[in-house]
C-alpha cells in the first residue's frame, strides 16, 4: 500500500520534471501541443483497436468459446487510452509502449500471474487444524410428528 501512495506522490513530480526540460528544450507551445498530440493518438488508437477487440468477442461469442483473451485485450486497451489520456511524458511512454499488442499482452499476463500469486498465497492450514469425526443420522424415522420443530412456519 505504501508504494502504491508513494507512485502517486511520485508520478507528478517525475511527469512535471519531464514538462520543464522538454519545454526548456523545444519551447512550452510545441510541449503543449505534444501533450494534446499524444491525447489524440490514445483516443484514435482506442476507437481503431477497440473495434478489433468488439470483432473478436463477437466471433468468440458466435462460436460458443468465452472471449476471455478479448477482454483482457479491452482491459489493456483501456488502460492504455487511459495513460495517453493522461497529461505527461512518463505516462504517454507507458502507453504507447503498452499500445503494441504483443507487449500489453505479455505485461497483462505478468500482471495476472501476479495478482493470481498474491491472492492465492496465504495462510495454508496446518494437519493440527482438521477435526476427524463421526456422525449419526439422528433424523427421526416416524416423519408424521406434530412437535414444533416442524410445523410449518408461518
Do not use: C, N, Y
Amino acid at each position: 500500500m505504501a508504494v502504491v501512495i508513494l507512485f502517486f506522490l511520485l508520478l507528478p513530480l517525475a511527469e512535471i520534471a519531464l514538462f520543464v526540460e522538454v519545454g526548456g528544450r523545444i519551447g512550452a507551445g510545441a510541449t503543449v501541443l505534444l501533450t494534446i498530440a499524444t491525447a489524440i493518438a490514445g483516443l484514435v488508437l482506442l476507437r481503431v483497436q477497440g473495434f478489433s477487440i468488439g470483432a473478436r468477442l463477437r466471433t468468440a461469442m458466435a462460436r460458443d468459446e468465452a472471449p476471455i483473451g478479448a477482454l483482457i485485450d479491452g482491459v489493456g486497451l483501456g488502460i492504455v487510452a487511459i495513460l495517453l489520456l493522461i497529461p505527461g511524458f512518463l505516462t504517454d511512454a507507458v502507453g504507447l509502449a503498452l499500445a503494441v499488442p504483443g507487449l500489453r499482452r505479455m505485461v497483462l499476463k505478468a500482471a495476472l500471474l501476479w495478482l493470481r500469486a498474491r491472492l492465492t498465497t496465504g495462510p495454508k492450514p496446518s494437519p493440527g487444524t482438521f477435526i476427524d469425526g463421526d456422525f449419526t443420522d439422528v433424523t427421526p424415522a416416524d416423519r408424521h410428528r406434530t412437535d414444533s420443530l416442524d410445523r410449518p412456519r408461518r
